[in-house]
Each structure stands twice: as structure tokens, then as C-alpha cells.
């Protein structure tokens, strides 16, 4: 399993179906998954900007990553937010019989980040929303990245600024480098 990992509108969603296309991977985007299973005020919250209870987004992943795991062929974009959902996905997957092998992390300056959000046009993507996915991120991914790197797991740090061709090359060139099989 491939993470990726970075601000709203860092390019995620993009990589991680680049390269799930080309190297035959499932793509799971956590957004995608809750779009699709959310209703009434959980849809709401989540529009809003606002970060879900972690049991409600671990169930819905959990049903996902059920299917793949074990053959290990799972590229996960959008989750894990926070360090308790990272410590509960490590161990999901571990308990499921697979290994998380490079989280990809993708940076973005917030000027260039806005410009992608308000582009895309999505309902969670109005400025206060946009805001409180920055603080968000500011506060939870270094300590994110942190516990993954006690794990052993490499991080691949990847500027998502760049056309996105670059961007992949770079993801591709990190994971290489980190010694990841595709």
C-alpha cells in the first residue's frame, strides 16, 4: 500500500489515480468514498470543512480495504488526517495481512493550493472551508508523518506545485529511490 498524503488541492486525488492507472493499482480516495456514503447532516458536516468522527470514516474504510490489502496493490489518498487514524491504520493493516510501503507526501504553498480549490469548484470548497483544511493540516501532518517514520515506512517528499507530469516522475523517482516496487 502507497499513501498519499498533503493540503487540499496538493494534487492528490491526481497523483494517486496517475499512477494506480498506469501500474494497475486500486485507487481508494477517501473522499470519493465518503461523498458516496454520506447522507443528511454527516454530508453536511463534512461540506462544512469539518474532519468526520473517526468511526464513522474507519468504518467506511475498513469495508475498502477489505477487498485489497492483502494482495497489497492499494494506492490511499485522503486518509489517514490525523495521528489516531494513522495509528489505527497501521494496525488495520497489519491485523488484514499487508504492509504500508511509502507514504508520498505532496507540499503546496497556500496561495497556489486556494487557486486549485476554488478552480475545482466542489461544495467543500469555499474559502472557510478551505481555511480550516489548512489549519488542519498545519496542526496533524507533521506529527503524521512522524509516527510513520517511527514505523519504517519511507516518506517521499514530492512538490506538488509543479505541472502535474513532473509530479509524477518525481513521486515515481522518490518511490524508486525509497526502494518501492510498483
Known sequence: ???VVGVAGSGK??????LAEVEGWRWISMGE???????????????SGKLLDDTTVQSILTQELAK?????NVILDGFPRRVVQAEWLLD???????AIDAIVHLSAHEPIVLE????????DDKPEAINER???????????????????VPIVEVNGEQHPDEVQNDVRAGL???????
Open 1 to 3: 500500500m502507497i499513501i
Open 13 to 18: 486525488s491526481t497523483q494517486s489515480r496517475m
Open 33 to 47: 468514498l465518503l461523498r458516496a456514503a454520506l447522507q443528511g447532516d454527516l454530508r453536511e458536516e463534512m461540506n
Open 68 to 72: 485489497d490489502v492483502p494482495q497489497r
Open 92 to 98: 488495520a493493516v497489519d491485523r488484514m495481512g499487508g
Open 116 to 123: 486549485r480549490l476554488l478552480r475545482r469548484g466542489r461544495p
Open 134 to 152: 489548512f489549519l488542519e493540516y498545519e496542526h496533524d501532518i507533521k506529527p503524521l508523518l512522524e509516527l510513520f517514520a517511527t514505523h519504517g
Open 176 to 182: 524508486e529511490k525509497a526502494h518501492i516496487t510498483l
